[in-house]
């Protein structure tokens, strides 16, 4: 007779309990603490795990060489992978519902179908003839994608002996099960022991494989944070499902870097490259506007030129507002701060709101100049020419300029899509050569807003 026993498990971090909680002691969420049965048998056999006849050696003495990997023919995704797919590697994809992650993956599925072998497509969330339908509108059927709407792992695992294939999807881990499990599909205990057995095949087998996973309501990863480091490559798809343009983001790489985005455009036929996002970022960029500046910032090796827009308005009533679309708002407040000490910007009774145009996250410290002159813009009715300025720099709590980093390749970038001026900290100014456009040199924030008083 089998011994039943059961345990709460949080569905936010796996923590695990003996007694319900209301709070979990692991990530400190209330309400995330669920009952699964665990039921013990005395023939229960766990799934067999590769056994490795490696001893220890010295480091020096251990080959070295670059990864095999697969070309996907998606040059933006091979950029965010570092350089396409590694063999036997296991990459997580995850993003909002509808933002095109099926949509990705079936076209690169195509592709490598067609260049290396058969490919299996399993779908936990769709049939065979949605799947088909995707496929004909993205004019990817290649005769050697094989696909199967399955959920059980261990007929998944059958297939893969059976079809041999060079590369296989997943969509989505949190359909999969294990029989021998009890507790529901996407629960913790079956996404943790379901990954186990992907990665056991994959490693095993060579076979690199692409899963799809769920978010949270908060754009975070579902299920157990173990998840991620079980595997290898990371991939997060960001956007706004009503704007066409995507933003693929390595979060985590073991065989490249996690500074790359890829930058995919949304059409009728699927998810189509491009090549020049800068231009894209500033399509609908004015030739003059109050509180539109241009900026430049460096995604991993890739220059961007992105248009910043601020709208400074009187509060009608209580504390004003603060809001940010693509920057952190903790630095907009930093900004605001060093705008109203040492700048003298009545700001206390403003709503201010700030948008980085085309859906992108900024990171780093670079663009703090532009959000800054594009507030002092808004709030003094003072238009800038954008068609022809950019600026860039990190702004101290005490108003200088810090200097930043890769900025010759910045300016390269700003040069090569017909501006003629940019502001820049002082102590950048010479350290560069070979750019042919006016650089003026600014110690402090309000040297750089004078001489846009003194410009307009």
């Known amino acids: 007779m089998a011994k039943i026993k059961s345990k709460f498990v949080c569905q936010e971090c796996g923590y695990e309990s003996v007694k319900w909680l209301g709070k979990c002691p692991g990530c400190n969420n209330w309400n995330t603490m669920e009952e699964e049965m665990l039921e013990s048998k005395k023939d229960f056999k766990r799934s067999p795990t590769i056994v490795s006849q490696s001893k220890p ?33 296991l990459t ?27 490919t299996l497509y399993v779908s936990g969330e769709e049939s065979e003839e949605q799947i088909k339908m995707r496929g004909e509108r993205l004019n990817s059927l290649s005769d050697d994608l094989y696909i199967v709407s399955e959920t059980n792992v261990d007929v998944i695992e059958k297939y893969i002996e059976e079809y041999a294939p060079v590369f296989i999807i997943i969509d989505s881990i949190q359909t999969l099960f294990k029989e021998d499990l009890s507790s529901a599909p996407g629960s913790v205990s079956q996404v943790k022991e379901c990954a186990n057995n992907l990665m056991r095949i994959g490693k095993s087998k060579n076979i690199p494989m692409f899963i799809v996973a769920h978010v949270t309501k908060q754009g975070e990863l579902a299920g157990p944070r173990v998840l991620e480091h079980m595997v290898d490559t ?15 983001r390595a979060l985590k790489n073991r065989f490249g870097t996690t500074s790359e985005i890829g930058v995919f455009e949304m059409r009728e036929e699927g998810l189509v490259e491009v090549s020049n996002p800068s231009a894209m970022f500033l399509e609908s960029l004015s030739t003059e506007a109050e509180g539109a500046i241009v900026v430049v910032t460096v995604e991993g090796t890739r220059p961007l030129l992105v248009e910043i827009q601020a709208l400074v308005a009187p509060t009608n009533a209580g504390f004003p507002r603060r809001a940010a679309v693509g920057i952190d708002i903790n630095r907009l407040n930093l900004i605001i701060a060093v705008l109203e000490k040492k700048i003298g910007l009545p700001l206390m009774n403003q709503d201010i709101y700030v948008n980085v145009v085309g859906g992108l996250k900024l990171e780093g410290t670079s663009a703090d100049l532009g959000v800054a002159m594009a507030i002092y813009s808004s709030m003094r009715g003072i238009p800038i020419a954008s068609r022809a300025m950019v600026v860039m720099g990190e702004i101290s709590l005490t108003g200088e300029l810090r200097p930043i980093s890769h900025l010759e390749k910045m300016l390269k970038e700003a040069e090569k899509m017909g501006f003629t001026r940019s502001v820049i900290p002082q102590k950048n100014k010479f350290k560069f050569d070979g750019i042919h456009m006016k650089c003026k040199g600014v110690d402090t924030l309000k040297d750089a807003l004078e001489m846009l008083t003194l410009h307009n």
């Open 57 to 89: 050696q010295p480091i020096k003495e251990v080959k070295s060489g670059a990864y095999e990997r697969y070309d996907t023919q998606i040059n933006e995704l091979n950029r965010v992978l570092g350089g396409g797919l590694v063999k036997g590697s």
């Open 234 to 248: 990371v991939l997060h798809f960001e956007g706004e499902r009503t704007q066409e343009f995507r933003i693929l």
């Open 92 to 118: 997580l994809i995850t993003g909002e519902p509808g933002i095109g992650k099926s949509t990705l993956i079936l076209q690169a599925s195509s592709t490598i179908a067609n260049r290396y072998g058969k």
